[in-house]
């Protein structure tokens, strides 16, 4: 018993290859797309997440560095205000009695040379220190000040001692493009009633 098998000598036509080659390449292609897509979100969203930690460790602090006690509860405890512009505040914290335990400078950094992004510094009687970095150019660190009624004050303020109030807004620029990765705005009611 034997079965008749019939053979081809007939294989693929040119035309079949090209049309499997084609299908296989928009395959590839697709998971490709797929997987750099996956890549630059990935990215986007740990550029946002460090935006953010940088945000937040300048306004509140880190509690393990004594050289940044977080700008938000040094203001509420800014006994005086010395100087109040629109991106640096100098204040003195004093004790109950009045007397000045520390005067603390907060301010706004240009960029060095071809760097396209700023910091913020911290100085105080100790010493001086960038407590972040990656601050949109130019327009990182602004301060918006505010009297007993609530009305903004206009720079150049004469006497400091009248803010009851003060907007903070920090915005960084992780990727150095010029456009804000996280803002960041609190505001604040100082001692130096």
Same mark, same amino acid.
């Given at each position: 018993m034997g079965y008749n098998t019939i053979k081809s000598d007939k294989g693929f036509t040119v035309i079949e290859v090209i049309i499997?080659?084609?299908?296989?390449?928009?395959?590839?292609?697709? &998971?490709?797309? @797929?997987?750099?897509? $996956?890549?630059?979100?990935?990215?986007?969203?740990?550029?946002?997440?460090?935006?953010?930690? &940088?945000?937040? @460790?300048?306004?509140? $602090?880190?509690?393990?560095?004594?050289?940044?006690?977080?700008l938000i509860d040094e203001l509420r405890r800014a006994g005086k205000i010395t100087l109040a512009d629109e991106d640096s505040i100098n204040f003195d914290i004093t004790d109950t009695s009045g007397v000045t335990i520390n005067t603390i400078d907060y301010s706004y950094l240009e960029p060095v040379s071809l760097a396209t992004t700023a910091s913020i510094q911290r100085a105080d009687t100790q010493g001086s220190a960038v407590i972040a970095d990656h601050i949109l150019h130019p327009d990182g660190l602004q301060f918006t000040y505010f009297d007993g009624n609530g009305d903004t004050l206009a720079f150049p303020i004469g006497d400091p001692s009248v803010i009851r109030q003060i907007q903070v807004e920090i915005k960084t620029d992780i990727n150095g493009d010029g456009q804000p990765d996280a803002v960041l705005t609190t505001k604040v009611a100082p001692r130096n009633l």
């Amino acid at each position: 018993m034997g079965y008749n098998t019939i053979k081809s000598d007939k294989g693929f036509t040119v035309i079949e290859v090209i049309i499997s080659t084609a299908i296989l390449l928009v395959m590839v292609l697709s &998971i490709y797309t @797929f997987f750099v897509s $996956g890549l630059f979100s990935s990215l986007k969203g740990e550029n946002k997440s460090r935006a953010v930690q &940088i945000v937040r @460790f300048a306004m509140d $602090g880190e509690l393990t560095n004594p050289r940044n006690p977080g700008l938000i509860d040094e203001l509420r405890r800014a006994g005086k205000i010395t100087l109040a512009d629109e991106d640096s505040i100098n204040f003195d914290i004093t004790d109950t009695s009045g007397v000045t335990i520390n005067t603390i400078d907060y301010s706004y950094l240009e960029p060095v040379s071809l760097a396209t992004t700023a910091s913020i510094q911290r100085a105080d009687t100790q010493g001086s220190a960038v407590i972040a970095d990656h601050i949109l150019h130019p327009d990182g660190l602004q301060f918006t000040y505010f009297d007993g009624n609530g009305d903004t004050l206009a720079f150049p303020i004469g006497d400091p001692s009248v803010i009851r109030q003060i907007q903070v807004e920090i915005k960084t620029d992780i990727n150095g493009d010029g456009q804000p990765d996280a803002v960041l705005t609190t505001k604040v009611a100082p001692r130096n009633l």
